[in-house]
């Protein structure tokens, strides 16, 4: 809750800090900013609960921040509402939340991969492969990137290279005759070098649009299944 003794700055100061003596004599320090000033149509009026009649010194402060409010213009036409500054609009939504979130955590990356969807496969694949295209799977490598303390970052199923996204995913031997099985079913050379190329081009097809989009299925599934 907005205090008027703590909340309202002045030279870069709370208000307790500039006038110390009216502090003193504040019969409630609690009060809200409402408690203490109300506005009459444009202009601000003062309401005041002393402990004590104001005098000396106390009097040429208490003139300072009365000086000070009288400056003070309102024009209060509705009532306060939130405003969400990501949108242009002012309403909130979590596709503007996560554009601000991903823009900066990784401002190299997300411009240059954007997410890809399948309506073959459920979504959850396309977020899966939108994350192994950015790298950031919980593969060995990455986490120990992380600091996360790891006995080996090699392969678990090889345990002969280190684990990267690449590595696990197409790269590995044991996978690698999973991917020999998948092109030999389509008849198809295995002539992509890395999980990349795999899945950033679909040139090597010579098929429709729907048999492209059903080869891209089939890879995101076994993707996601390895």
């Not at 609690?30 to 000396?56: F, H, L, M, Q």
């Not at 009365?66 to 009532?79: L, Q, R």
């Not at 120990?144 to 080996?152: A, M, T, V």
Request: hydrophobic residues 40%; charged residues 25%.
């Amino acid at each position: 809750m907005t205090t008027f003794w703590d909340d309202v700055w002045i030279k870069d100061k709370p208000l307790k800090d500039t006038f110390k003596r009216l502090v003193q004599l504040e019969s409630n320090l609690n009060a809200k900013v409402a408690d203490r000033v109300t506005w009459n149509g444009e202009r601000s009026a003062p309401n005041w609960s002393w402990v004590r009649e104001i005098r000396g010194r106390t009097r040429a402060e208490l003139n300072e921040l009365e000086g000070m409010f009288s400056t003070i213009k309102m024009k209060i036409e509705k009532e306060d509402y939130w405003s969400w500054k990501l949108s242009g609009s002012g309403t909130f939504s979590t596709h503007t939340l996560t554009k601000h979130i991903m823009s900066s955590s990784y401002p190299t990356i997300v411009s240059n991969i954007p997410t890809q969807r399948n309506v073959l496969v459920p979504k959850k694949l396309g977020v899966f492969i939108w994350r192994a295209r950015r790298e950031r799977l919980s593969v060995l490598f990455e986490l120990d990137k992380r600091g996360i303390d790891l006995h080996s970052i090699l392969c678990p199923v090889c345990d002969d290279m280190i684990e990267t996204v690449d590595h696990a995913l197409f790269s590995c031997k044991k996978v690698r005759e999973i991917w020999d099985k998948v092109f030999m079913w389509w008849g198809i050379g295995t002539n992509q070098k890395s999980l990349d190329d795999m899945l950033n081009g679909f040139s090597y097809l010579q098929c429709s649009e729907l048999g492209v989009k059903i080869w891209q299925a089939t890879i995101w599934t076994s993707i996601y299944l390895i």
